[in-house]
């Protein structure tokens, strides 16, 4: 509602408050959110980040726009690995424009889309190389991997089966963070 507010004027702001505080799907889905909370940790500091970016380049110095570029490239980055798909489909247009800003011409978003780049390929890269020493292949997470897992003990489409490799995925992405 801030970002609305910072882009749109106040009117806005508060119409997209109260629309978020009487939806029933907002307060239903609230209730069930805690595996999702680093995600989102991550996707809200994205669009904060963007915010920064994009909205404060004609008054900010070259360093903060570039820094502003990186925070919200990290950002991203840890979002995707922690749930690829669904910071895909939502930081996915904030990429696109992004990019659409710096093919225009302007140096100042040029300089944002380099920092995205190198703050979004540190966390990558990271994951990249963890995927490779737990699963031999950079590009498969250890939750994907049908070769490290005991079927013999819980069938793969199982209730249980799904509730403990989500359990231990969570468990362990609290660790990282």
Do not use: K
């Not at 939806?23 to 989102?40: E, I, K, Q």
């Not at 990271?126 to 737990?134: C, E, I, T, W």
């Amino acid at each position: 509602m801030a970002t609305v507010h910072r882009l749109l004027g106040p009117r806005r702001g508060l119409l997209a408050a109260s629309v978020f505080l009487c939806s029933p799907l907002a307060l239903g889905l609230s209730l069930t959110a805690h595996p999702h909370l680093v995600s989102r940790t991550f996707i809200a500091l994205a669009v904060w980040a963007y915010v920064r970016a994009t909205v404060d380049t004609d008054q900010a110095p070259r360093r903060a726009t570039m820094l502003a570029g990186l925070a919200l490239g990290l950002a991203a980055g840890l979002a995707f690995i922690s749930r690829p798909f669904e910071s895909a489909m939502l930081l996915g247009p904030i990429g696109l424009h992004v990019a659409w800003r710096a093919l225009r011409g302007d140096s100042a978003d040029r300089r944002v889309v380099a920092g995205v780049a190198v703050g979004f390929a540190v966390p990558l890269a990271l994951f990249a190389f963890y995927n490779a020493q737990v699963t031999g292949s950079a590009l498969l997470p250890p939750r994907f991997d049908r070769t490290h897992t005991r079927y013999d003990v819980l069938p793969p489409n199982s209730m249980e089966f799904r509730i403990t490799t989500h359990v231990s995925h969570n468990l362990m992405m609290l660790g990282v963070y």
